[in-house]
Structure formats: C-alpha cells, structure tokens
C-alpha cells in the first residue's frame, strides 16, 4: 500500500478544496433563484448550458445516420509468396506418361488464381490470360511443346476448361486420386529455373519414397527401375542422363548420394530431406531476405 501525504494536498478549512478551484471550478455562490454560479478559473462566471433534450438527441441521431460513410474492410488476400500447390505424384497414372509434363503444369499453376473464402480445392487461370509465349519460357520449352503439352494435360483431366465469373478459364484441380504432395510455391518456382527435362519428375519419384517414410527413408531402386518409374527407355544415354540430373540434385541440395560398398558392386542410395530442410530451399528463402 503506498504511503499517501495529505499535507498540503487538502485544506480542510475552506471547504474541499478551500480556495483551490477543483479543475479550475468553484459553486460557492448562488443566484438569486438558490442554482450555484459557477466561474471559471479567473473568477468570472460561466454560464451553463441547459441538458439536450430527447428530441434534440434523436434528431443529432438521424442527421449521423444520413451522413455516415459504410467502411468495409477489405478482404483478406494471399500474398503470391506465401501460398502453397499440390503436385500429383502416382505412378502408375502419371509420372511414368511422357504425354504429362511437370514444367508445363507448374508454369500454369504460378499463374493461376485461388478463391480462398470459398475453399475451392481447384486453381484457375483465365482463359484471354493466357500468354503461351511467356509461359513456355516459364516451362523451359518451345511454345509448340508448350501448347502440346498444354493439350494432354487437358485430355488426361488435369486441365479443365469451363466457366468462372461468367468468363471461359481453365482449371487446375488440385486433389488427385493417385496422391499428391504439397509445395511452396517459391520452391516450386526455382525448381523450374534448374531448366533440365525430367529433373522435376525424377526429383519427385525420390522425394515421395522419403517423404512416406517421414524423410528417414532411403531411396535404393536401380537406375533401371527408376528411369522405368518416370517413363523414360532403359538405354545408355537416359542412364547418363539420370546420373547428370542426380549431381545436379545433389549439388543445389536436395538430395544426398551415398556409395554402398557390396560384393555384387557399389549400389548407390539415395536420401532426400525435407524439402524445407534442403540447402536448396533455405538458399532461396535467403535471397528473399
């Protein structure tokens, strides 16, 4: 409890506050009809206003209710950056299809358009948007390779044309039946600058078997398997190619490449963090910085 002094605070002699006016006010006098004068610091007195009266509040009411201004609050809005796309990963009906293409779908999906206040499980691209030139530079492809990769995706359904708003777009589901995992999509867009065919539909054949086992699993196919796996030959050149694609993986971080001394040879395993966790991804949240 603090130790509060009354000292010179408070004159009990002259009333309350004696001849200290209390917030510059005293009523110590009174008129000839018993009200009390009040004055103002300086000792002249102040003529009160009378209370407003019922009317006169209702009427101030109504003047403020013709005159307000409605203020809505502007909708809350996703930031590019900050929003995340799944990609489908099955196998059996898609990785292993040369008629589907990863660049050309994620190229559409950096465009595309998301209405969270209705929950859509879809993205969408308005159809006059579309800029097939832009795009395929986007994918790393010519704008033929572009367009014809743009037309199986609608064939095998990852693409939909219909109506949104009364205008023609195309859209992109984003829950697939065959699986899928979700992306920043500021991974997924330097993911697409590596620039190198089938990076991404190999990347993500090892990403999924890690991922599935809580990224403690090793990937151990062989080159055969594997280049079976995303739908290309089993022949001398795609085997040289799927070892430069795996330095190129291991060199920006995303995987790391173990040698298995065996007596029937050296297998390579391969192991994939969190993408999160992957220097490649932690080397592009620090250009954002």
């Excluded at 409890?1 to 009174?30: A, E, H, L, P, V």
């Excluded at 206040?117 to 790393?140: C, P, Q, V, W």
């Excluded at 997924?188 to 054949?205: A, E």
Aim: proline letters at 3%; charged letters at 30%.
């Amino acid at each position: 409890m603090s130790n509060f002094n009354f000292g010179n605070d408070f004159n009990f002699n002259g009333g309350m506050f004696g001849d200290i006016r209390q917030k510059g006010i005293i009523r110590d006098t009174f008129d000839e009809n018993g009200e009390p004068i009040v004055y103002d610091i300086y000792g002249n007195p102040v003529r009160e206003e009378a209370p407003a009266t019922v009317g006169q509040v209702e009427e101030v009411k109504e003047q403020f209710q013709e005159n307000k201004v409605e203020i809505i609050a502007p909708k809350a809005t996703k930031k590019k950056e900050d929003w995340s796309i799944n990609m489908p990963t099955s196998n059996e009906t898609l990785i292993n299809r040369k008629e589907f293409n990863y660049e050309v779908l994620i190229s559409l999906l950096l465009e595309s358009k998301w209405n969270a206040d209705m929950k859509e499980t879809h993205r969408y691209i308005y159809k006059n948007n579309i800029n097939f030139t832009e795009l395929s530079k986007k994918a790393g492809v010519s704008v033929n390779t572009f367009k014809k990769a743009f037309n199986n995706l609608i064939k095998l359904g990852f693409i939909i044309d219909t109506t949104f708003n009364d205008e023609r777009v195309y859209k992109i589901p984003q829950k697939y039946i065959g699986g899928n995992l979700l992306f920043d999509v500021k991974f997924l867009d330097d993911l697409l600058k590596l620039l190198h065919k089938n990076l991404i539909r190999i990347y993500i054949q090892y990403y999924k078997y890690c991922y599935k086992n809580n990224n403690t699993g090793i990937y151990k196919m062989p080159q055969a398997k594997t280049l079976e796996a995303v739908g290309l030959s089993v022949n001398g050149k795609n085997k040289d190619y799927l070892k430069k694609v795996n330095r190129l993986l291991e060199k920006v971080g995303l995987i790391e490449i173990i040698e298995i001394k065996h007596h029937s040879g050296t297998p390579q395993e391969i192991r994939c963090p969190h993408y999160k966790e992957s220097a490649f991804y932690k080397e592009i949240l620090n250009k954002k910085e």
